[in-house]
């Protein structure tokens, strides 16, 4: 089968593949059977029953769609992308959130005020995905991706694109319920609105499920992310006809081992030794349990010929 690559710089067929990854994703997003939560993990918008899950991920689209036009009228360069990257996502968030309550609440003035976002992931790599929609591939650095960036693979764009969007519905998710005093108020913000989950329609199974979120938080943070950085990995979400499923890319982010906490660098430090050490120890362990091994087995035919002459030596007696 022929790869599809993406083009490589600006023009007509670079504004061609845009679009058409824009209209597949909206189709994607409009079977509800593709925003199905598939993975191991719980998600924020887990808690969104279908139809509001689908207009969340349509509002972000169609948000996504200004913000790269608006872009491109601006004509920025890719260094100036990537300097405004933070603010350009905390803005784009805040507008998604925004326009995601006032469909729920059809009330501006409950949802006039801006946030502060917490931002990880490597903010979604936002500035790379940019690049990719507006200036082509040429422009990704080259030691970030596998691949030489002249030649990327349409679908990596794609996966890109999709877990950018999923991401993204998370934090907006995540906003909204940060923004409650206490979990008793985001509870009464479910139940006044038709937004919920079936699953979650009581207070023990919303309580149940922030704990739960709240302990996964804590495991990726300081034992999962620091393994994926060591392995150059990065995990993202896509969706699939079964659903929203995980998978992984090579992704070698450098600067990301510069924001390590020392939890997290400590991670590190252990991956590193359990790489130097774990090969000698399991060298050690073949080696004591082959010993072992010959050793019983001398013992046992050592015992069985024992055994037979003390059989033999009594018939004899006989």
């Given at each position: 089968?022929?790869?599809?690559?993406?083009?490589?710089?600006?023009?007509?067929?670079?504004?061609?593949?845009?679009?058409?990854?824009?209209?597949?994703?909206?189709?994607?997003?409009?079977?509800?059977?593709?925003?199905?939560?598939?993975?191991?993990?719980?998600?924020y918008d887990d808690l969104l029953n279908d139809k509001y899950k689908q207009n969340l991920f349509l509002i972000i689209l169609k948000e996504f769609q200004k913000l790269v036009l608006d872009i491109t009228e601006l004509n920025l360069t890719t260094k100036n992308l990537k300097k405004l990257s933070t603010n350009i996502l905390e803005?784009?968030?805040?507008?998604?959130?925004?326009?995601?309550?006032?469909?729920?609440?059809?009330n501006k003035n409950n949802i006039n005020r801006n946030y502060t976002i917490t931002l990880d992931q490597d903010l979604l790599l936002i500035d790379y995905l940019l690049t990719y929609l507006i200036f082509g591939s040429s422009l990704i650095d080259n030691d970030l991706f596998i691949f030489n960036p002249f030649y990327t693979p349409y679908t990596h764009v794609q996966i890109l694109f999709e877990n950018f969007m999923i991401q993204?519905?998370?934090?907006?998710?995540?906003?909204?319920?940060?923004?409650?005093?206490?979990?008793?108020?985001?509870?009464?913000?479910?139940?006044?609105?038709?937004?919920c989950n079936s699953k979650y329609i009581s207070y023990r199974t919303i309580a149940l499920f922030f704990n739960r979120i709240t302990w996964q938080k804590l495991i990726k943070s300081y034992i999962y992310t620091p393994q994926l950085l060591y392995s150059a990995?990065?995990?993202?979400?896509?969706?699939?006809?079964?659903?929203?499923?995980?998978k992984y890319i090579y992704a070698l982010r450098l600067k990301s081992f510069k924001n390590l906490s020392q939890i997290e660098n400590i991670v590190l430090v252990l991956l590193e030794l359990k790489d130097i050490c774990l090969p000698e120890i399991k060298k050690i362990l073949i080696t004591i349990t082959k010993y072992i091994?010959?050793?019983?087995?001398?013992?046992?035919?050592?015992?069985?010929?024992?055994?037979?002459?003390?059989?033999?030596?009594?018939?004899?007696?006989?």
């Open positions: 089968m022929r790869v599809k690559y993406w083009p490589n710089q600006q023009g007509i067929e670079l504004n061609n593949a845009t679009v058409n990854l824009f209209q597949k994703t909206q189709r994607k997003i409009l079977k509800n059977k593709n925003i199905l939560n598939k993975t191991k993990y719980y998600q803005d784009f968030i805040n507008k998604v959130y925004k326009s995601f309550l006032f469909t729920i609440q059809n993204l519905s998370n934090l907006v998710i995540y906003e909204i319920y940060k923004n409650f005093i206490c979990l008793s108020e985001f509870i009464k913000f479910l139940k006044q609105y038709p937004i990995k990065y995990e993202v979400l896509i969706f699939t006809s079964k659903g929203i499923i995980n091994i010959y050793i019983l087995i001398k013992i046992i035919n050592n015992s069985i010929i024992l055994f037979i002459r003390m059989i033999l030596l009594y018939i004899y007696k006989k």
